[in-house]
């Protein structure tokens, strides 16, 4: 645990917030991990092309619109 500032006089431990440096640590290699693994299923094409929401560039609102443009083509 670390200390960290918040505000007006250093004097009171009050002004004073913990921060848990073993909680940082274990994000940067949760985010490694997720990286890697992301890495691994696109090169080797695990995950199908359809599936978005966690992927580089393909968000939740392409993949609406994606879907939104089949079903206008099927209207025509």
């Known amino acids: 645990m670390v200390p960290i500032f918040k505000n ?13 440096l073993p909680h940082q640590i274990s994000e940067v290699f949760e985010s490694i991990i997720r990286d890697e693994v992301l890495s691994f299923s696109e090169r080797y094409s695990v995950i199908e092309e359809t599936q978005r929401g966690f992927r580089k560039g393909k968000s939740c609102l392409t993949n609406l619109l994606a879907f939104l443009d089949v079903l206008m083509r099927e209207e025509v």
């Open 8 to 20: 007006r006089s250093g004097g009171k431990a009050s002004n004073y917030r913990p921060v848990s």
